[in-house]
């Protein structure tokens, strides 16, 4: 166990360094960062004097050699838009990508259980069909279309009278598919302080709401990939002979389903699962970006359009060391599931 | 060490949030919600020259005199102003004016305000002229310029006093607190003192500013009455226009052309646009292209560009096409100059020019810069075509844009221009004069384009103080360049804003893209 922790400590630590360097390499192609920080009359000297004093003029090994020694110390370096360290910048940023992950995975969880192991169980029922054709559906239509339209429907509202208004069924047609708006649009309202730079919008009822919106749309993204995976696990133990077996015995069947069966779906579910949350915190991006949620994905693409190359380095790396962390929580996770599995990939 | 630094930072955070929001719990308040899509980069109003810190300065703090919708003065900390003589203006201050701080504003502060601006990299540049700025009393200020100088009073728009006493000494850390950093932390760039209509309270960058009136604003007879102001950034377009539609903001800035009609048709919203001054255009690169020399060429050029058709079309009308560029309200703005589509006359100068049969050109347009601008890029492109020009576009991310247009890397390049001076002979200086890497002249003109006798006209025009024969000289400098077709002129931008119905914008805005927000009203519902 220990050894293993060891291990990945050292695989976080290589995968850091990698991106530091492939981020550190691709910096000539970001831009120049001076311009973003200067006025468009400032004079070339004023610029050249700027360059200088950050240190953009050095060659390419000393101003990574520079980096990495100060990296070592967990110094990454100033924003230079925000000019503050960028830890802090990071620090400040992170809790609300992460509550926004948190609610998305919630609304993951809560759906894709019950619908993918129902549809497993009633795979002809008409609501498994509807389920199945709407996850297709929902797997194509990219986030920021989702994301729009759902302002436009509950943030905006649409009121929209195709069916005739002087008829009484007219009128509960029209009223079906007219939204009234109202949800917040965008930003986190405010947020609850917690301590450190963490403030919550998990607190209250009127936090809560200024999360529906971005996480329905996150979760739009990975919602129809969990069913169809939990669809397709259960149908195969389903078929399996201890489930046949246990049939056979007179075991109820919700037993069945829910306390043998499912256990045993869930085991690459985790794995995916693990892996996808990671992913997930990737593609905050997005939905921050349209729902101008403050988090890092926010902060990083305006980092990208900055040039706020120390910025877009150090998200990098903690990115690339969230994806340690939850590969590292779902091996484990998956050793005390399926105590067969050893860690360390030794045979026992 | 970093991980307690984050703690504290928080905390401190969590009080100063703590004490916020205290005050919005007493009644009958009007808060404006606003969303920009940027916030300021700094609190420092000397950081940066660009349109959010003057935006900001404009909330603040007060300049000495600021510009009126229709391009005037209006005394602001300045009461009155004479020339001495050629090279001397005295101005009057007010009195009984209080920086935030509680400090009184005296001519001190002015004379500190100006030294420091000359210290500023970004607006050092604009206050080259001012020699020296000396108190003559508590009240009076008397400006010294080298030579003769007309625009004195544009300069002294941009010269918003900081409270010198507050500023003045070193800050925690060991640092003078006037110091200024582009990179880094200084007290200027989170502390702020000005005389103007509101107080910063708090400022998450990228997040959320937040604003209360100043309780002991000295101009009474400011109508304006919002009391306290929340400025949230939105970068999204959509996002930013959904956010008023929906109820979350009062007002916001800019609004995109592509929602221009919906705004316009909400009931929920109201829209006011404004023909703005940014001139956007294409140089053409002579020393690229040794067509381009040949003046005919450049006229084929300008005559092939239908300005007209991008602003309806492509603009939806939110663009004011030009064949200058000077707007209009500008000294140098020759209403008769008239644009020049016709394409059968492009092609006559074409084969005149021996190029019947076109060339091949390369061109750069940045694509999140300017409205539009990548679009823009490709119908320019489709209309040169119409005379043979085979161009090869490339757009890029701005960030990008700025270090190729540095490098001249294209033949064409497109560019948008604001006079920082709000005059005219700014835009020569900068975008047509011959360029020189040891003065800094024709930094931005990516022609190459060089008259020397216009240089000659424009640097007499900067120290000629009788401001009609001042006109008559950058007016004479339009008509050479246009005669020459220097560059493919193609329009100036709108600007647009959008407000709840019961929050009357239009009295505080500007050409600048400066609201006044001291003065903004508010209606009750």
Known sequence: MIAFLVKRIFHALLVMFVISLIAFSIQDNLGDPIQQM???SVPESEREALREELGLNDPFLVQYLRFAKNAARFDFGYSYNFNQPTTEVIARHLPATLELVAAATFLIIALSVPIGVYSAIKPRAWLSRFFMGVSIVGISIPVFLTAIVLIQLFAIGVSWTPFPTDTAWGNWLNDLVTTEGGMPAYGRGDPVHVFGTWYTNFASPRGLLYLVLPAISLASIMLPLFIRLIRAEMLEVLQSEYVKFARAKGIRLRRIYFLHALKNTMLPVITVGGVQIGTLVAYTILTETVFQWPGMGLMFLDAIERSDIPLIVTYLMIVGLIFVITNTLVDLIYGLVNPTVKLTGKPA | MTFKKTLLAGMIGATVTGATLLPSLAAAQTTLRMAYDADPVSLDIHEQLSGGILQLSHM???PLVRWTSDLDFEPRLATGWEQVDDTTMRMTLREGVEFHSGNAFTADDVVWTVERLKRSPDFKGIFTPVESVTAIDEHTVEFKTGEPYPLLLNLATYVFPMDSAFYSGTAEDGDPKDEIVKNGNSFASSNLSGTGPFTVVEHQKGTRMEFERNPDYWDEDSPGNVDRIVHTPISENATRVAALLSGDVDFIAPVPPNDLERVRESDDA???????????FFHMDQNRVDAFQDERVRQAFAYAVNQDAIADRLMKGFATPAAQ???KGYAGHIESLERRYDLEKAQELMAEAGYADGFEIT?????????NDAKIAQAVATMLAR?????????MPKAQYWGEFDDRAADMMMIGWHADTEDSANFHEYLTACPDADTGAGQYNAGNYCNPELDKLVSEANVEVDLEQRAEMLQQVEQTLYDEAAFV??????LAWASAPNVDIEPVLNVMNFPYLGDLVIEEE
């Not at chain 2, 005379?387 to 757009?395: E, G, H, Q, Y």
Request: charged residues 20%; hydrophobic residues 40%; aromatic residues 6%.
């Open chain 2, 325 to 327: 560029f000077s707007p």
């Open chain 2, 387 to 395: 005379i043979n020009v085979d161009v090869d576009l490339k757009t």
């Open chain 1, 38 to 40: 200067v006025g468009q």
């Open chain 2, 60 to 62: 603040t703090h007060d």
């Open chain 2, 270 to 280: 109201e829209l006011v646009t404004m023909s703005g001054t940014r001139i956007i």
């Open chain 2, 489 to 494: 002129p193609l329009h100036w931008q709108d």
């Open chain 2, 363 to 371: 061109m750069m347009a940045p694509n999140n810069r300017y409205v």
